[in-house]
C-alpha cells in the first residue's frame, strides 16, 4: 500500500502495524499531475484485518474548490433570477464533484487491488 500511495504521491504521515494515514491538502502541489486515480482525496486510511484491506479517504479540499466553481456559475445565473442562479449552481457542483467522485471510486478500486494483488 506503501508504494501506491508513493505512486500517487500521497504522503504517509501515520505509520502503524496495520495501518497507513495519509494527509494531502489540494494546495500543497496546485499545479502537480491531475491524472492520478487519488488526486481529489486529500487524507485516507488503510488498514489490514483479518486478511482484507480497508480504506477511508476524504475528498474535502476538492469539494471545496468544486464548491467555489459553483459559487461562480451562481453570480453568474443570478442574471437571469435568484432560482435560476440556484439550479445552475446545483448542476455545476453535481457535474464538478460528482464526475470527479465516480471517476475516483472506480480508479481508485482498480489501484488498490492492483496494488494488494501484486504484494
Known amino acids: 500500500m506503501e508504494r501506491?500511495?508513493?505512486?500517487?504521491?500521497?504522503?504517509?504521515?501515520?505509520?502503524?502495524?496495520?495501518y497507513l494515514v495519509f494527509q494531502d491538502p489540494l494546495w500543497r502541489e496546485p499545479f502537480g499531475p491531475n491524472w492520478l486515480a487519488m488526486v481529489i482525496y486529500d487524507r485516507g486510511r488503510f488498514w489490514v484485518e483479518g486478511g482484507r484491506v480497508f480504506y477511508e479517504l476524504r475528498s474535502l479540499h476538492g469539494m471545496i474548490f468544486c464548491l467555489l466553481g459553483a459559487v461562480m456559475v451562481f453570480l453568474f445565473g443570478l442574471a437571469e433570477g435568484l432560482a435560476n442562479g440556484l439550479k445552475l449552481a446545483a448542476l455545476a457542483f453535481g457535474w464538478l464533484y460528482g464526475m470527479n467522485i465516480l471517476l475516483a471510486l472506480a480508479r481508485v478500486q482498480s489501484a488498490i487491488r492492483k496494488a494488494v494483488e501484486g504484494a
Open 4 to 18: 501506491l500511495l508513493d505512486k500517487q504521491r500521497k504522503p504517509v504521515t501515520e505509520r502503524g502495524p496495520n
